[in-house]
Structure formats: C-alpha cells, structure tokens
C-alpha cells in the first residue's frame, strides 16, 4: 500500500523558513518522480515543484525561494521553503508521479501539513 506521510509543516513568520519532508513507502521510491502541491483555504489545489531524473521545477510563484531535494536513501522528499510570504499559507501535500519522469501527472497524495506564514 502506498504510502506519503508529510511532517514540518507550522507557523512562520514573513521571511521565514520551514522544511517539509514526506516519508514514503509501499512503493520504490527511486524509481518515481515526485512533486509537491498545496491547496489554500478557498482555492484549488496548485502546483508547487517537481523532480525526476532530469532535474527540478517549480511555479513561478516559489522559483527562487523554493528548493525541492529528494534522498532515496531515506525514501524521503524535502521542500525548502525560504523567504515565505502570507500567499504561502496552505495545505502542503506530496505527490507520486506517474512515473519516473511525469511529476505532473500524480497518482497519489499525502494527507498534507499545514503551512501558516503570519506576523
């Protein structure tokens, strides 16, 4: 059974940080691009980052405050969250992709951790 377990979520100040993590299993990890989504109060679920073999992507709304990493090692994919802003507020959850190389396509996500940024 797969399972995506995320953990680091919290309240941050503006121009904080926080380090998600999602722990993996049921599946082999190393052989699936990943990606990271978040849902806002209100708002659809929105794409964040993704990572497969050729490298790492993101929404123009995290390009440069956002770092996504992965150790397969660990069965575990990170988000660096760097300089957050209150429109970083949401749910953050992980996703499986498809396959080794479609992080977009996802078929299976995490229950999430809540990201605040607030004063």
């Known amino acids: 059974e797969v399972q995506l377990v995320e953990s680091g979520g919290g309240l941050a100040q503006p121009g904080g940080s926080l380090r998600l993590s999602c722990a993996a299993s049921?599946?082999?990890?190393?052989?699936?691009?990943m990606s990271w989504v978040r849902q806002a109060p209100g708002k659809g679920l929105e794409w964040v980052s993704g990572?497969?073999?050729?490298?790492?992507y993101y929404a123009d709304s995290v390009k440069g405050r956002f770092t996504i990493s992965r150790d397969n090692a660990k069965n575990t994919l990170y988000l660096q969250l760097n300089s957050l802003k209150t429109e970083d507020t949401a749910m953050y959850h992980c996703a499986k992709g498809l396959d080794s190389w479609n992080y977009r396509l996802t078929t299976y996500r995490g229950q999430g951790t809540q990201v605040t940024v607030s004063y």
């Open positions: 049921g599946f082999t990890f190393s052989n699936y691009a």
């Open positions: 990572i497969n073999g050729g490298g790492t």
